[in-house]
C-alpha cells in the first residue's frame, strides 16, 4: 500500500493565522482525500482534492476557509485559513490505492 | 445524506476474550466496508475490510461479517490481547462509484484488560 509523509506532525498557531499542510505519497494516486478528526470523535471528510482541477467540497466546508492544492498525483496541501481555536483538530490526509491509505495526521492546537 | 452508525461506543473484555462491534449504514449504494484501527498520536490503520459482493471475511483472529439487506456489518476480534486496545472505525463508501470517499462511524474505544 502506498506510504504517505505528513508535515507537519503537529504544531501551535495563533488564532487569526493560517497554516498549510502537506501530504507527499511514495506513488501517483487518483484520489486524495483531506479529513479532520475533532478530539475524541471520528473522521469527517473535508473534500476530494483533484488533480488538475478544483477540490470538492463536503456540506459545511468551503474552499476559502480550506482551500486544497494539487499540483500532480503524488501531493496536496491543505490550508486551514484564519483559524479559530474551533479549528483545533487532527487533519489527516489519505489515498485510494486498492484500499484507503491515511497519513499519521497534523495535530493543529490554535490558541 | 449518508450515515454510519457504530456500537458500542466503549468495550471492554478481559484477555482471551471475544469482542463485537456492530455498524449500519443508511446508503444502500454502498458497496466498500473498512475496519480501522486507531492508537494513540496515530493515523487510522486499515485492519479488514469487506465488499458487498461478500458475506464473510476473515483474517487470523480478526473477521467481518456484512448483511446487505439489513444495511449492517460487524467486526469480531477473537482471543484479544492487551495489544488490541485501540479505537475503532467502521466506515462505508459513500455510494458505490469508484474513488468514492468514506463515511466513517464515531468509534469504538476497545480495552482488553490482563
Known amino acids: 500500500s502506498a506510504v504517505i509523509s505528513q508535515k507537519p506532525s503537529r504544531d501551535i498557531c495563533q488564532r487569526g493565522t493560517s497554516l498549510t499542510i502537506q501530504c507527499q505519497v511514495d506513488s501517483q494516486v487518483t484520489m486524495m482525500f483531506w479529513y479532520r478528526q475533532q478530539p475524541g470523535q471520528s473522521l469527517t471528510l473535508i473534500a476530494t482534492?483533484?488533480?488538475?482541477?478544483?477540490?470538492?467540497?463536503e456540506s459545511g466546508f468551503v474552499i476559502d476557509k480550506f482551500p486544497i492544492s494539487r499540483p500532480n498525483l503524488t501531493f496536496s496541501t491543505l490550508t486551514v485559513s484564519n483559524m479559530s481555536p474551533e479549528d483545533s483538530s487532527i487533519y489527516l490526509c489519505s489515498v485510494l490505492e486498492g484500499g484507503y491509505t491515511f497519513g499519521s495526521g497534523t495535530r493543529l492546537t490554535v490558541v | 445524506g449518508e450515515n454510519v452508525e457504530q456500537h458500542p461506543s466503549t468495550l471492554s473484555v478481559q484477555e482471551g476474550d471475544s469482542a463485537v462491534i456492530k455498524c449500519t449504514y443508511s446508503?444502500?449504494?454502498?458497496?466498500?466496508f473498512p475496519w480501522y484501527k486507531q492508537e494513540l498520536g496515530k493515523g487510522p490503520q486499515l485492519i479488514i475490510d469487506i465488499r458487498s459482493n461478500v458475506g464473510e471475511k476473515k483474517d487470523q483472529r480478526i473477521a467481518v461479517t456484512l448483511n446487505k439487506t439489513a444495511k449492517h456489518f460487524s467486526l469480531h476480534i477473537t482471543e484479544t490481547q492487551p495489544e488490541d486496545s485501540a479505537v475503532y472505525f467502521c466506515?462505508?463508501?459513500?455510494?458505490?462509484?469508484?474513488?468514492?470517499?468514506?463515511?466513517f462511524g464515531k468509534g469504538t474505544t476497545l480495552s482488553v484488560s490482563s
Open positions: 446508503d444502500s449504494a454502498s458497496n466498500y
Open positions: 482534492a483533484n488533480q488538475g482541477s478544483e477540490a470538492t467540497y
Open positions: 466506515a462505508a463508501s459513500k455510494g458505490n462509484q469508484a474513488g468514492t470517499a468514506l463515511i
